[in-house]
């Protein structure tokens, strides 16, 4: 199982950046996938997170400016941020909880490559 992020880039401030994460490989099912950031000097930290029923938890940072949304049938996520600010310049990583390869396998979180997000002011 790999999973390949991808949409990042340099914007100015006040641009638009939609990130896509594609699971790939033997899966099953997926429960959670989610968007996380980690900026230099700084923990990783919760972007963004969608159930695979829909149900979305956004950090207060981002809420209003960034959506996340997903496909089950491609196992892919996505995250559109909009009104990006120099504070959004980070390396961008997504994450799938509890996959699994088979019905009675075990679940085990996968995580991508991580993406750059560079906002200039």
């Known amino acids: 199982v790999q999973l390949q992020a991808s949409g990042g880039g340099l914007v100015q401030a006040g641009g638009s950046l939609r990130l896509s994460c594609a699971a790939s490989?033997?899966?099953?099912?997926?429960?959670?996938m989610g968007w996380y950031r980690q900026a230099p000097g700084k923990q990783r930290e919760l972007v963004a997170r969608i159930t695979s029923g829909g149900t979305t938890n956004v950090a207060l940072s981002v809420k209003g400016r960034f959506t996340i949304s997903r496909d089950n049938v491609k196992n892919t996520v996505y995250l559109q941020t909009n009104s990006l600010k120099p504070e959004d310049t980070a390396v961008y990583y997504c994450n799938a909880e509890r996959l699994k390869t088979a019905r009675w396998g075990n679940a085990r979180d996968y995580w991508g490559q991580g993406t750059q997000v560079t906002v200039s002011s």
């Open positions: 490989g033997n899966i099953f099912s997926i429960n959670d």
